[in-house]
């Protein structure tokens, strides 16, 4: 069974940078487009970057702004989301996804299948 993992949430200033790393276990990475997505308080799920099952990578919210930078080690199993300048905004719980093939990107969330359980982002001063 497909499982995904996220890790490397936690407790930053505004202006800092984290790393989460999402493993995923039962099957390989080859051939699976993998999705960061978050949730703030109040507010619907909402993509924020993609890397395909191919290796191309898009942001999903156009408030990311080329803050964010998502890759993925196959080898590995592990995909990750290296987040730098971080602000209040970005808060939330994130969320790794993962749907079979996908050779372009996509935010529509009915088309992951699998999902990990998030990790906590919080940005204050």
């Known amino acids: 069974q497909l499982q995904l993992a996220e890790s490397g949430g936690g407790l930053v200033h505004p202006g800092g940078s984290l790393r989460l790393s999402c493993v995923v276990s039962?099957?390989?990475?080859?051939?699976?487009?993998i999705a960061w997505f978050r949730q703030a308080p109040g507010k619907e799920r909402e993509g924020v970057s993609c890397?395909?099952?191919?290796?191309?990578?898009?942001d999903l919210a156009d408030s990311v702004n080329g803050r964010f930078t998502i890759s993925r080690d196959n080898a590995k199993n592990t995909v990750y989301l290296q987040m730098n300048l971080l602000k209040a905004e970005d808060t939330g719980v994130y969320y790794c996804?993962?749907?079979?093939?996908?050779?372009?990107?996509?935010?529509?969330?009915?088309?992951?299948?699998?999902w990990g359980q998030g990790t906590q982002v919080t940005v204050s001063s």
């Open positions: 890397i395909s099952s191919t290796g191309g990578s898009t």
């Open positions: 996804a993962a749907m079979y093939g996908g050779y372009e990107c996509s935010a529509y969330v009915p088309g992951y299948g699998y």
């Open positions: 039962g099957v390989t990475l080859n051939y699976y487009t």
